[in-house]
């Protein structure tokens, strides 16, 4: 029986000051006594074809926080530790004043070390999907990178690729060669590249033992007051991420991933122009989506987020 849904959070506006409002985060900056903090809250708006849909999922943006606070934890217990911005996300150790509604806050907010962000998204592919799946079709390359021939849709790549793009205030965010990247950050980017490259190849191979393929991801990078490289923003969600259920994988096709593809298909089908502000979506594509952010957070994380019942 799916877990009944919560009340959704669409948005908030908290006595903190000028809040950050993105696609799906709103964003408040704090200053600590060792420096400054944001507070983050992953809202259960949903986005799809650079719209923010009109339609939340309830308990998304609880995936969210739980399925990057678990990454988080884990990257940090690894052999060698990968830094991250993360420092609590229990709403009652973040000093908050107390008129703020904790209850809105709970289970969906984190507090992070405030960090200057590297302007570029730092993607790793591993199998074929998406934009590289359309490029490698026309000429064979992914992000300009050749490939061999013969990969099928959703096919595993020979071996893991780094294809960065910049960040986007709006709108796509658009692939760049390395060569820009090395242009613009230096040596920097070649680190940026090997630790994005083994946080995928490390994170993957732990969803694979849970029955679950990464076929890529973005991952944020940013440097603390002291020059610390830190792994920032979400860590391998299913909005920053395509997860694939195993079984599903080598297929000769792309198989559907945990994430929002039931709206993306709802909304291909429907008369939307995508010019236009877009629909509602209906119950039932509501209902399916948010069982599916569910099912990969407790193939994950092993559990459910914080205050969702099974």
Same mark, same amino acid.
């Given at each position: 029986?799916?877990?009944?849904?919560?009340?959704?959070?669409?948005?908030?506006?908290?006595?903190?000051?000028? =809040?950050?409002?993105?696609?799906?985060?709103? !964003?408040?900056?704090? /200053?600590?006594?060792?420096?400054?903090?944001?507070?983050?809250?992953?809202?259960?708006?949903?986005?799809?074809?650079?719209?923010?849909?009109?339609?939340?999922? $309830?308990?998304?943006?609880?995936?969210?926080?739980?399925?990057?606070?678990?990454?988080?934890?884990?990257?940090?217990?690894? $052999?060698? *530790?990968?830094?991250?911005?993360?420092?609590?996300?229990?709403?009652? +150790?973040?000093?908050?004043?107390?008129?703020?509604?904790? @209850?809105?806050?709970?289970?969906?907010?984190?507090?992070?070390? +405030?960090?200057?962000?590297?302007?570029?998204? !730092?993607? =790793?592919?591993?199998?074929?999907?998406?934009?590289?799946?359309?490029?490698?079709?026309?000429?064979?390359?992914?992000?300009?990178?050749?490939?061999?021939?013969?990969?099928?849709?959703?096919?595993?790549?020979? /071996?893991?690729?780094?294809?960065?793009?910049?960040?986007?205030? /709006?709108?796509?965010?658009?692939?760049? *060669?390395?060569?820009?990247?090395?242009?613009?950050?230096?040596?920097?980017? /070649?680190?940026?590249?090997?630790?994005?490259?083994?946080?995928? @190849?490390?994170? +993957?191979?732990?969803?694979?033992?849970?029955?679950?393929?990464?076929?890529?991801?973005?991952? @944020?990078?940013?440097?603390? #007051?002291?020059?610390?490289?830190?792994?920032?923003?979400?860590?391998?969600?299913?909005?920053?991420?395509?997860?694939? $259920?195993?079984?599903?994988?080598?297929?000769?096709?792309?198989?559907?991933?945990?994430?929002?593809?039931?709206?993306?298909?709802?909304? #291909?089908? !429907?008369?939307?122009?995508?010019?236009?502000? $877009?629909?509602?979506?209906? *119950?039932?594509?509501?209902?399916?989506?948010?069982?599916?952010?569910?099912?990969?957070?407790?193939?994950?994380?092993?559990?459910?987020? @914080?205050?969702?019942?099974?």
């Amino acid at each position: 029986m799916p877990a009944a849904a919560s009340t959704p959070v669409i948005s908030t506006d908290l006595p903190l000051g000028p =809040v950050l409002r993105g696609k799906v985060r709103d !964003c408040y900056r704090l /200053e600590g006594a060792d420096g400054p903090r944001l507070l983050i809250i992953s809202t259960d708006r949903i986005s799809a074809f650079d719209w923010v849909l009109p339609t939340p999922i $309830p308990d998304k943006g609880k995936v969210l926080t739980a399925v990057s606070a678990f990454w988080f934890d884990w990257l940090s217990r690894l $052999p060698a *530790p990968v830094p991250h911005h993360l420092l609590t996300t229990d709403v009652e +150790a973040m000093g908050l004043p107390p008129e703020i509604d904790r @209850e809105l806050l709970r289970g969906r907010t984190m507090l992070v070390t +405030a960090a200057k962000v590297v302007p570029f998204e !730092c993607v =790793v592919r591993g199998w074929l999907a998406g934009s590289g799946l359309s490029e490698y079709q026309r000429q064979g390359t992914v992000c300009g990178l050749p490939l061999p021939s013969g990969i099928e849709p959703g096919g595993r790549l020979p /071996e893991p690729i780094f294809t960065p793009a910049t960040k986007a205030s /709006e709108g796509h965010d658009e692939n760049v *060669p390395f060569s820009t990247m090395l242009a613009s950050l230096g040596s920097a980017a /070649e680190l940026l590249r090997s630790r994005s490259l083994a946080v995928y @190849e490390a994170a +993957a191979a732990f969803a694979a033992e849970r029955g679950i393929v990464l076929a890529d991801t973005k991952f @944020e990078w940013g440097y603390d #007051a002291d020059g610390h490289l830190l792994l920032v923003d979400e860590a391998l969600t299913p909005d920053s991420s395509r997860f694939w $259920p195993a079984a599903a994988a080598g297929q000769g096709q792309v198989p559907d991933s945990f994430d929002k593809q039931f709206v993306r298909d709802w909304l #291909a089908e !429907c008369d939307w122009d995508r010019a236009s502000p $877009p629909p509602a979506l209906p *119950p039932d594509i509501v209902a399916a989506t948010r069982e599916k952010y569910l099912e990969v957070c407790r193939r994950l994380t092993g559990s459910l987020p @914080e205050g969702i019942a099974s």
